[in-house]
């Protein structure tokens, strides 16, 4: 087969490989600038909620996926990522503890549930709910807790005040062991 | 009529990507729950489209066709994921109302449909006069839909956190199947029987 056959035929997988490899150095490359943006943005978020959660705050301390609150060198509380099943996927929220026992409050930091339904979770008239509660009686009511769930919306609510609860026991535990442990 | 404002104007109203051409219907019923997601993912289709038509009508004589699908996909895929991390690092905000729909204008027929029909055959400025006024047309499309399903399924009229008025009844109780996916079909299925109806997208 003449040279100029083999690359006629070859071309269309040589034009598609370059077109692929152009591609993605574009994208690391975009990839890297951006990267640190988005990493800065995402601890700038994560920063603000805790100010907003701890106006006290003057730092905190990031150890064993628990963030501890301190005031002056004085601890004030801890936060922490609980994930809830919601009814769209995955609830990311960030709860707040004043103590083992009570919740400082929450802030839903990202979600997927049905919008104007289930979005409203991310609302002060559901998560002002959480402010000052005990750890126990974060479930709804309809469960035994406190939560009233949002109307049309029992799924996420639930999810949210579940996902609070377990998630705030486990951390406790862990922190109680800690403390025995150090 | 020029050439270019030709092409413009066909987008708007004779082959409307969504209300003529019925693509790209899979965005335009999710992201019309507000006019701020319409918005938004005009915004999005707008970078994409314009860069992909232009890479590929500046691509157009050599692409052979057999490779063509293949290698129009990746260039949009690239663009769409460009956009993304754009959008996440620069216009954090917007990124956030529009989630998971930003990636998806990867699958958004209109993006394809304009390649394959549109900037494989033409020449760089008449496909940028196509995808702009795809554009439009899809933000129009899509402005009319989302209208209609906010006011209806929240009773609110705001956009971008600025409110403008909230409806007497419909605010406090809301409609809410409207936002929701079937209200998606409802409200376009309607406009498509309404603009039949009237004649007023007759070629």
């Not at chain 2, 489209?49 to 050599?62: E, K």
């Not at chain 2, 795809?134 to 409110?163: D, K, N, P, Y």
């Amino acid at each position: 087969m003449p040279a100029k056959d083999v690359f006629g035929r070859a071309f269309p997988v040589i034009l598609l490989t370059a077109v692929v490899a152009i591609c993605v150095s574009l994208l690391t490359y975009v990839g890297s600038i951006t990267l640190p943006r988005i990493e800065a943005l995402e601890v700038q978020k994560i920063q603000g909620m805790l100010s907003g959660m701890f106006p006290d705050m003057s730092r905190y301390t990031f150890e064993d996926e628990i963030y501890a609150i301190y005031s002056d060198e004085v601890r004030i509380g801890y936060a922490f990522v609980a994930v809830g099943k919601g009814y769209g996927g995955a609830i990311n929220i960030l709860v707040g503890l004043e103590d083992e026992a009570t919740i400082k409050g929450i802030t839903v930091i990202s979600h997927t549930e049905t919008p104007g339904l289930g979005s409203r979770i991310t609302e002060d008239l559901f998560t002002g709910q959480f402010v000052r509660l005990s750890v126990d009686d974060a479930a709804l009511r309809r469960d035994g807790g406190q939560i009233d769930a949002i109307t049309g919306a029992t799924i996420s609510s639930r999810a949210v005040a579940d996902a609070v609860r377990i998630t705030a026991m486990e951390k406790v535990k862990v922190l109680e062991d800690s403390e025995e442990g150090g | 009529m020029g050439k270019f404002a030709q092409e413009f104007a066909k987008g708007l109203i004779i082959t409307n990507p969504v209300l003529v051409l019925l693509l790209g219907l899979c965005p335009a019923l999710a992201v019309s729950t507000s006019i701020d997601n319409a918005l938004g993912m005009t915004l999005a289709v707008l970078i994409v489209l314009l860069g992909s038509n232009i890479i590929i009508a500046a691509m157009r004589n050599f692409v052979p066709s057999i490779t063509r699908i293949p290698i129009f996909i990746v260039i949009i895929a690239t663009l769409v994921t460009v956009v993304n991390l754009l959008f996440h690092a620069y216009l954090p905000d917007l990124h956030e109302t529009l989630g998971i729909y930003l990636p998806l204008v990867v699958v958004n027929c209109i993006v394809l449909g304009r390649a394959e029909a549109f900037a494989s055959k033409n020449p760089v400025v008449r496909s940028i006069a196509d995808a702009l006024g795809m554009t439009v047309g899809f933000m129009l499309a899509l402005l009319m839909i989302s209208l209609i399903r906010q006011m209806l399924g929240t009773g609110e009229m705001s956009v971008f956190g600025v409110h403008f008025f909230s409806l007497p009844v419909l605010s406090s109780r809301p409609v809410a199947i409207f936002i929701l996916p079937p209200g998606g079909f409802l409200v376009i299925g309607l406009l498509l029987g309404l603009f039949k109806w009237t004649g007023v997208l007759k070629r």
